[in-house]
């Protein structure tokens, strides 16, 4: 398989951890875009980059505007001529229950800014870079779980489903193009995250997120989106 190039946020640890490693081992290249630089630098470490597969871009969603944006994609185009092949939009934050009428406002404008924004403006600016590749893939991770049982979700459950309309709206946008965009409605999977949310719950009874990585790995590099994975376009 020719390697190819692939952007992934929330990188450092969970669900994007677990990709990061699988696409690797395939042997592709990978930008891991992350708040999290010392997590980071301990996944570059592990992953033994002795090929230069691996650039780290250490980027905090919440306090980025729009020129650092626009200043990764002139980076990103400058290191990769040939564009980017896939980009996986999984960084999030999930904030603990709680029903709207209690939830923080200043938590509540840093998730949405966070979940829904930041993509926005990370779908403006690689866009042009998956344009490039004979065969862009653009993948936005989402939570069945917010259709399933949307109480106590609160600004984490809005932007998902913000997000969700975001990925269709792109994709019936750039129809002719070539790139294909994926969404990830996904079931419950065990992270550190969710474990401090349901500190009771047995991580070993959940789908683990090296399996749920397999999942989208699949739907990127084979186009088998599997029963969690819908293709837009």
């Given at each position: 398989?020719?390697?190819?190039?692939?952007?992934?946020t929330g990188a450092a640890k969970g669900l994007g951890r677990e990709l990061s490693i699988q696409l690797y081992q395939a042997g592709h290249q990978l930008i891991l875009l992350d708040k999290e630089l010392k997590a980071l630098n301990a996944l570059y470490d592990e992953l033994e980059d002795n090929e230069e597969r691996i650039a780290l871009y250490?980027?905090?969603?919440l306090g980025a505007n729009i020129d650092d944006y626009k200043n990764m994609q002139a980076?990103?185009?400058?290191?990769?001529?040939?564009?980017?092949?896939?980009?996986?939009?999984?960084?999030?934050?999930?904030?603990?229950?709680?029903?709207?009428?209690?939830?923080?406002?200043?938590?509540?404008y840093e998730v949405l800014h966070t979940n829904l924004n930041a993509n926005f403006h990370l779908i403006q600016q690689t866009l042009p870079l998956l344009r490039?590749?004979?065969?862009?893939?653009?993948?936005?991770?989402?939570?069945?779980?917010?259709h399933e049982m949307p109480a106590y979700y609160g600004a984490y459950g809005v932007a998902k489903a913000g997000l969700e309309q975001l990925m269709r709206t792109v994709?019936?946008?750039?129809?002719?193009?070539?790139?294909?965009?994926?969404?990830?409605?996904?079931?419950?999977?065990?992270?550190?995250s969710?474990?401090?949310?349901?500190?009771?719950?047995n991580p070993y009874e959940l789908t683990?997120?090296?399996?749920?990585?397999?999942?989208?790995?699949?739907?990127?590099l084979e186009d088998d989106c599997g029963e969690w994975i819908e293709k837009l376009h």
């Open positions: 398989m020719q390697p190819k190039t692939y952007l992934i250490p980027i905090d969603l980076i990103l185009m400058e290191a990769y001529p040939h564009g980017l092949d896939g980009v996986v939009l999984n960084a999030a934050i999930l904030p603990a229950f709680t029903p709207i009428e209690h939830f923080d406002f200043g938590q509540w490039i590749s004979e065969d862009g893939k653009l993948c936005a991770i989402s939570d069945r779980a917010i994709a019936t946008e750039n129809g002719a193009s070539n790139i294909a965009f994926y969404l990830a409605q996904l079931p419950a999977f065990a992270t550190e969710r474990g401090r949310l349901y500190p009771g719950e683990s997120a090296a399996a749920v990585a397999e999942s989208i790995y699949k739907a990127l």
